[in-house]
């Protein structure tokens, strides 16, 4: 069964950093890419980045371009979101959740409906 636990969320101030831990089990990342969304109150869920099955490609959603790293560790069956400079606005729960790469397409989506399984979120805090 697969199941992805989040962590290292927490309250940051403004143009601070935190990396985001995303841990899988029940599954190994080599068939399956891993996406990060955000939810902040009253907003819908949005994309932030993801990682394809092979892991050569990322995407990020404009918003944190140039500011937060995907990035994974593949013996360890983790995916890290580096998040730089930090700003008010990124404060939300963020989830990272997976989709399986069925046909070997390699891609790196931002929709959350291509992604089946999901982590419990956790909280980042940003505040000037």
């Known amino acids: 069964q697969l199941h992805l636990v989040e962590s290292g969320g927490g309250l940051v101030q403004t143009g601070g950093s935190l990396r985001l831990s995303c841990a899988a089990s029940g599954f190994t990342l080599d068939y399956y890419a891993i996406g990060w969304f955000r939810q902040a109150p009253g907003k819908e869920r949005e994309g932030v980045s993801c990682?394809?099955?092979?892991?050569?490609?990322?995407n990020y959603a404009d918003s944190v371009k140039g500011r937060f790293t995907i990035s994974r560790d593949t013996p360890k069956n983790t995916v890290y979101l580096q998040m730089n400079s930090l700003k008010d606005e990124d404060t939300a729960v963020y989830y990272c959740?997976?989709?399986?790469?069925?046909?070997?397409?390699?891609?790196?989506?931002?929709?959350?409906?291509?992604?089946?399984?999901w982590g419990q979120g956790t909280q980042v805090t940003v505040s000037s």
């Open positions: 959740a997976a989709a399986p790469d069925y046909y070997g397409d390699d891609e790196a989506s931002l929709t959350s409906t291509d992604f089946g399984s």
């Open positions: 990682i394809s099955s092979s892991g050569s490609i990322t």
